[in-house]
């Protein structure tokens, strides 16, 4: 499995879509343009909420051929790695927060040949992930508190997107860059221009209207910022 530095790739998150239509939602929102499937796993320990596990992520596997993007927000990433593999993930990522032995769970995501991604809070700075950035495929930042869609983009984080994308470039590393929380048409400019490739977005193409217009204008909007990119 390739990945592919500097492509603008927009993940719906199926947290905000409509679970009794989702392999339709799905559909839809990859007609717009949509190239990747964000599954927001949580725990209610982790984060201060429930949602999905493996079963879905297996009959999301029978209905559409993007990347399964599977974020745990769950304790003990390890004890589950296996199941979402086996369930059909493309791609895993993990909190940094939630992982005492994180190169160990990095290396566990890879040895199931899967695409492995580190997360970081609002409040964690990126040095805490110096020692990891070379064995992995994307890091997430998170632009919200984890738990819940629909929430407000936190502006502070775009500097944190910026430094990882400075930090790629000096250390001749190929990790992508994702960004995840309150991405829509009003932020989505900012961090693109800022270096995300990677835009998760949950209410702002599942929480109103037509999922497959709500995902083209999106990516419009993010097209046009890298054009304006300095
Ligand atoms: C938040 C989740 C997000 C969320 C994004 O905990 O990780 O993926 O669904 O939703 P929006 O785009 O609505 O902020
Ligand atoms: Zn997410």
Known sequence: MQTSPGLIELA??????????????VRSAEEGGASVVHVDVMDGHFVPNITIGPPVVKSLRKSTKLPLDCHLMIENPDQFILEFAD????WISVHQEACIHLNR?????????LLAGVVINPATPVDTLSE???????????SVNPGFGGQKF???V???IRRLAEIRANRGLNYRIEV????????VGDVVRAGAELLVAGNAVFG?????????????????ATLLKV
Do not use: C, W
């Open 12 to 25: 719906p998150s199926i947290l905000s879509a409509d679970f009794a239509h989702l392999a339709e939602q």
């Open 208 to 224: 109103h209207g037509d999922p497959k217009t709500n995902a083209q204008r999106l990516l419009k909007a993010a097209t046009e």
């Open 158 to 160: 775009v500097q944190k």
């Open 87 to 90: 369930a059909g993930s493309d």
């Open 105 to 113: 769970t990095l290396n566990l995501i890879r040895s199931h040949n």
């Open 180 to 187: 995840d929380g309150g991405i829509a048409l009003d932020t």
């Open 154 to 156: 936190i502006p502070g």
């Open 132 to 142: 990891v950035l070379d064995i992995v495929d994307y890091v997430l930042v998170m």
